[in-house]
């Protein structure tokens, strides 16, 4: 499944949305000096500036108090001119990062992950979805990959990828099993997986041993390690799986396309052009 192709077509599509809306705008958000932070805000300000989409850049270093960082954010959700609000995660040390999540507007939340945002992807009524599930399920049906009846494995939790890809797999009537770092003999669930998403940050953690023959596998892991950059599932899977993500050039790319997509969503709701439901 070809990340890098799907993300710049998606891409195009972001950027033809733009020019018929016009004067779109992203704040960021990046609090502290991370150097990983720096290089993710670094790589969505270029991809938006690429689709026409203005970002705005607000710092604040680490030292920023609770009450301070929430000013800016609320200030930036009063701003009419701007669409989207996405404050870096994580925060460091010392803030209350569900307390930010929660303040952004969740018309301009373009992460998906305010409450009110999460409630409605729950409930099966989806407004603004985090990008990388998104992104995953866009891979999927790219790929003609059958997923109503789908015996579907998510391993990992997360709230940022694991739970929320569950549910959007849900929702295309995929039977889901949720898997994680309690669950007992995880082979002998990956193994019955028509289609498996792993998101837990460990590398090589599923073989290809433990991968059903002719499976759809979605490897979201981002592992930096002597070798390079590799992702959860052995490569060797290919070998086993009718369909898998490769890392780099999978998952990776697809994020910040999905980013960019849900900008325009934000900005049709500040526009009107869809109606935001009521909280």
Do not use: W
């Amino acid at each position: 499944m070809d990340g890098r192709a799907l993300a710049a077509r998606i891409r195009s599509e972001v950027a033809e949305a733009a020019r018929e809306l016009g004067s779109l705008r992203l704040a960021t958000i990046l609090v502290g000096d991370d150097p990983a932070s720096q290089l993710y805000i670094s790589r969505k300000h270029d991809a938006a500036r690429e689709v026409g989409i203005e970002p705005l850049d607000h710092r604040l270093p680490a030292s920023v108090s609770q009450a301070e960082l929430l000013e800016l954010v609320s200030r930036l959700n009063a701003d009419e001119s701007i669409d989207g609000v996405l404050p870096q995660l994580p925060l460091p040390e010392g803030l209350d990062e569900p307390g930010v999540i929660a303040t952004v507007d969740p018309a301009k939340d373009v992460d998906g992950f305010h409450p009110l945002n999460a409630g409605r992807l729950y409930l099966g009524r989806p407004t603004l979805v985090p990008a990388t599930p998104r992104g995953c399920l866009a891979l999927l049906v790219e790929a003609g990959v059958q997923l109503a009846g789908a015996r579907a494995v998510v391993v990992g939790r997360s709230v940022i990828v694991g739970k929320p890809v569950a549910h959007l797999l849900l929702q295309a009537d995929a039977t889901v099993t949720v898997c994680h770092s309690r669950t007992v003999e995880l082979a002998r669930h990956t193994l019955d997986a028509d289609v498996l998403v792993v998101a837990a940050g460990i590398p090589a953690l599923v073989g290809p041993d433990m991968v059903k023959q002719g499976a759809a596998v979605v490897d979201v892991g981002q592992n930096h390690t002597a070798a390079g950059l590799v992702g959860d599932v052995d490569p060797g899977a290919a070998d086993v799986a009718a369909h898998l993500t490769p890392v780099p050039g999978g998952v990776g790319p697809m994020t910040i396309a999905m980013l960019l997509d849900n900008t325009i969503r934000a900005a049709k709701y500040r526009r009107g052009l869809l109606a935001f439901p009521p909280a």
